[in-house]
């Protein structure tokens, strides 16, 4: 079977058992589950398609299994194999009608959202269709560098953020009120959602990896991180409604830090002294 017609087959089989687990467990969160863990699955089927000949293609399904590893783990660890459902989507079946939520649950929870899983995954099939016109080069290394040091700043970014969420829990646990609302020190000092640009990041340079496999700068694949980007900004949005709603000083530390690329903060507003 060729290997894209493997991967929407089991892309496929994906979508229907999120939609059947949903509606018999009443929990919407199947996809988030299996986020981690789909990408390395298409992306070894690329790799294993060429019986591993090449180096760009082993590459790639090297870097993303360790994209898939750091977030399971970081996933794990919140509870999400424990039948801990993403709470965005309490707000959302709040807002709606039932019926409503569930056609929101096949189209975009279901459907699109496997849908994108494919879609990042566009580039290393590109590098599979011209895996014999390119060879591995320095700026493959270079870009593989550059994945592996994104990584390994998301990973920060998370364990700042698991260690801070930890903190508060326990704070809260022992009857205290916890130190802060949110997280502003560390990696979240230059960027509200670190984690968010460097996930991104990775992704843009997979991406670069299928154009360098393709031989071109531009290739219809850069819809693929395009899209993914366009998700994750919609979703910040959404996720910083929220925030705001819960803590009201989340504002001012809006209009200080960047959203999602890292940028050196503005200083806070000083009141004007009265006369």
Known sequence: MAPL?????????????CWVASLVSGDTSWVDRLWSILPVLY????????????????VLAALVT?????????????????????????????RMTRWQFQLFNLGFIVLAQNALLVLITMPVWRAY????????????????????????LETVADEQQWRFQEAKRRAREAGRTPEADFLTTGLFASSRHPNYFFELAQWWLVYVLGALAVGQA???????????????????????????????????????????????????????SPE
Request: proline letters at 4%; aromatic letters at 14%.
């Open 5 to 17: 017609v493997l991967v929407l087959a089991l892309a496929g089989a994906a979508s229907v058992f």
């Open 43 to 58: 992306t070894w089927i690329f790799a294993w398609a060429d019986h591993g000949r090449d180096a760009r293609l082993d």
């Open 66 to 94: 360790l994209w898939g590893a750091r977030l399971t783990f970081n996933f794990a660890r919140k509870g999400g194999y424990r039948g801990v459902e993403d709470y965005r989507w309490a707000v959302l079946r709040a």
């Open 129 to 152: 269709q011209h895996r014999r016109g390119a060879h591995y080069t320095l700026a493959d290394a270079l870009v593989a560098l550059a994945f592996l040091a994104c990584l390994a």
């Open 218 to 272: 531009l290739d219809w694949t850069i819809l693929c991180p395009a899209v993914l980007t366009g998700l994750f900004v919609g979703s910040t949005r959404f996720t910083e409604e929220i925030s705001v709603s819960r803590y009201p000083s989340y504002r001012e530390y809006q209009a200080r830090v960047s959203p999602i690329v890292p940028w050196p903060a503005r200083a806070p507003r000083v009141a004007a």
